[in-house]
Structures are given as C-alpha cells and as structure tokens.
C-alpha cells in the first residue's frame, strides 16, 4: 500500500498535526462513525510513511480534541470517537473565558436565532415535548422570595429556551442556541446579576414563554416568531437594565462608569 498523501494546506503544522488532520480526511472519506475501529499502529505507519513517535502523537492530538479514543486489553485500540455537546461547550467556553461578554453580545445573538427556532418549531412539537416545556415553567411559576431562589429560577428560564433548541432538527441551531444560553447563564451567576429580585423580567418572561407554547400547539409560525422576538428584545432591555444597576451598585464609592 503506497503512504498517503498529506494535504498541501496542512504543511505548516508539525508532521503530528499534519497526520492527525490526514487521519480525520480519511474516517470522513470512508464514512467512518462513532465506534469505529482505526487500522494498527503498524498500518498507520505504513500508510502515512511517518515514525512510529509521529503516529502515536497524532494520536494523542486526536484524543485530546476527543476524535478518538483509545482502549488498552483484549478487543483494544484506537476508535472513532464523537465529541459530546457538553465538551465541546466547556471547550467554547474557555475560548471566550477571558473575552468578557456582556449582556449586549449575548442578546445579539439570541434575538437573531430564537425567533427562528420558534416559527420552525410551531405545528412540529408532540404533546409530550410541549408539556415538558410547560412542565420547565413550573419551576417559576411563583416570584422568588430570595436571592437564591431567585439564581435558581433565571437558570431554569433559561433551560427552558436550552429545551426548546433541543428539539430542533438544525444540530447547529441547536448547539448555538443552547451555547448561548448556558453562557448567559453563566454570566448571570458570575456576575450575580441574581442578587437584585426583578419581578418584571420573572412575569413578564413568564407571559412570554406561556404564549409561545400556545403558539407552537397551534401551529401558528408567524405567531411563535413575533412572540420570541418581543420576548428576546424585552428580556434583552431587562437584562441590560440588571447588569447597569448592579454594576453602580458594587463599584467603589466616587467612581462612575
């Protein structure tokens, strides 16, 4: 078997990286899934033309991006592994660990695609997934009587939303949905934007989510959409108006944004 060809635009990496992004090309090529066996070491050797320390660091680059993973004793070896959503969002996560988004960045985003998720999602959910939806909402359904419950119930509002992207059949909708929503909750926590109870932004967040339901259970598309879009731009000025507040309100005495 002659040694594959590594591709032209990866000959700037290191001879590792070079194979490592050859032996994704390959799996793809052959429709390899999940669970999927890899040939022997010997065989990658033979086929890449590379040293064996080569191979076993391409593969050691592979199963720290979680693409395969390896199994030691009988029946073992290297197999296609595929990366699960909580992993690759922690790892999103620690991309923009240190770029320090703000309530604005995290609605621009939403206003854009939930009311997308909605209108597709209206006249497509069964019984069951809207009454989980609703069953969500029971989380909330009375105002918080402190500030723990009050962290407790933005959380789950938003796991409402990270629900309902669920159930789309776009998985990047989906992902970028449910991303921005666990980062809004994080920023919610960190940043105890919690810590000051907003009744409107629980009632009227509230509202918003029981009339969207209704709205998917009818099928009514245009409906669903204008319902999200008013919710995202209302809870995006509720929002703002929360981190605004509590930002003056922790800042050191004289000192004004």
């Known amino acids: 078997m002659p040694p594959a060809t590594i591709p032209e635009t990866t000959e700037r990496?290191?001879?590792?990286?070079?194979?490592?992004?050859?032996?994704?090309?390959w799996v793809m090529a052959n429709g390899?899934?999940?669970?999927?066996?890899?040939?022997?070491?010997?065989d990658l050797i033979a086929r890449f033309g590379m040293a064996k320390g080569t191979i076993r660091e391409a593969?050691?680059?592979?199963?720290?991006?979680?693409?395969?993973?390896?199994?030691?004793?009988?029946?073992?070896g290297v197999f296609v592994h595929q990366v699960s959503e909580e992993r690759a969002t922690a790892l999103l996560g620690n991309y923009f660990y240190f770029q320090h988004l703000t309530i604005d960045d995290i609605y621009q985003i939403r206003k854009v695609l939930e009311p997308e998720l909605a209108a597709s999602l209206a006249g497509r959910?069964?019984?069951?997934?809207?009454?989980?939806?609703?069953?969500?909402?029971?989380?909330?359904?009375?105002?918080?009587?402190?500030?723990?419950?009050?962290r407790e119930q933005h959380i789950a509002s938003l796991r409402f939303h990270a629900l309902l992207a669920e159930m789309s059949g776009n998985p990047l909708l989906r992902?970028?949905?449910?991303?921005t929503a666990n980062m809004l909750?994080?920023?919610?926590?960190?940043?105890?934007?919690?810590?000051?109870?907003?009744?409107?932004l629980w009632s009227t967040g509230l509202d918003y989510q029981a009339r969207l339901v209704a709205a998917l259970r009818?099928?009514?598309?245009?409906?669903?959409?204008?319902?999200?879009?008013?919710?995202?731009?209302?809870?995006?000025?509720?929002m703002r108006l929360q981190e605004t507040v509590l930002t003056q309100r922790f800042l050191p005495e004289g000192q004004i944004i």
């Not at 593969?59 to 073992?76: D, F, N, W």
């Open 13 to 25: 990496l290191s001879r590792p990286q070079q194979v490592a992004e050859a032996i994704k090309s």
């Open 32 to 42: 390899w899934g999940p669970g999927h066996r890899l040939p022997s070491e010997l």
């Open 59 to 76: 593969i050691r680059i592979l199963e720290a991006q979680g693409l395969v993973k390896s199994r030691t004793g009988p029946g073992g």
């Open 125 to 150: 959910l069964s019984e069951p997934q809207l009454r989980a939806l609703e069953e969500v909402m029971t989380c909330y359904a009375e105002p918080a009587s402190s500030s723990e419950e009050e």
């Open 175 to 179: 992902f970028l949905i449910r991303f």
């Open 185 to 200: 909750a994080d920023i919610t926590v960190s940043r105890r934007l919690y810590s000051q109870p907003n009744h409107e």
């Open 218 to 238: 009818a099928g009514d598309a245009v409906r669903a959409h204008a319902i999200l879009n008013e919710h995202m731009q209302n809870a995006h000025r509720l």
